[in-house]
């Protein structure tokens, strides 16, 4: 969703920069304009929040939104520090994605924003570890699905696992 939302704004950017017409001293080019992928609103025309996510795209997932419910958590199992990041006194939070299947278990789990590019190499290693729990614990976080019309369907969604010291 932030890769959306990023190049949603570099997109806005770029249009934003590029001048409506050509300089007097530039004859226009013969050719005609190229449609652009983004349509700018007037300034008494608010601006989306972020671009509309289809339901479902094309995998067939959905996204929470536009008359999809989004999933009730039911279980959510308390993340395993490791040893060596104990050790190491290493912590910090992991974004993890993942789908929420029709059963309400979770799918495609991975490590969206890691630990690890948090901390300096001689960590690294620890952090890791850390990010393989988070993925381990998402695996077994259970949900009442999330709905469509009544029926249960797939979504996509995330969480992040914090890992903290006491």
Do not use: C
Not at 2 to 26: D, E, G
Not at 37 to 60: K, T
Not at 116 to 136: F, K, P, Y
């Amino acid at each position: 969703m932030t890769h959306l939302v990023v190049l949603w704004l570099a997109l806005f950017a770029a249009q934003a920069t590029t001048p409506a017409a050509p300089p007097s001293s530039q004859q226009p080019s013969a050719q005609p304009a190229q449609p652009h992928a983004l349509i700018i609103p007037s300034p008494n025309q608010a601006a989306p929040a972020e671009p509309p996510n289809p339901n479902p795209d094309a995998s067939g997932i959905y996204h929470v939104g536009g008359g999809v419910t989004e999933p009730k958590i039911i279980s959510v199992p308390q993340p395993m520090f490791s040893e060596l990041a104990r050790k190491q006194k290493i912590g910090g939070i992991a974004t993890v994605s993942f789908i929420i299947d029709e059963q309400g278990n979770t799918q495609n789990v991975h490590i969206s924003r890691s630990i690890a590019d948090m901390v300096d190499r001689t960590h690294r290693e620890a952090a890791l570890s850390l990010d393989q729990a988070a993925v381990d614990v998402v695996k077994k976080y259970k949900f009442k699905p999330a709905t469509k019309d009544g029926k249960p369907v797939a979504v996509y969604s995330n969480a992040q696992v914090n890992f903290q010291l006491y």
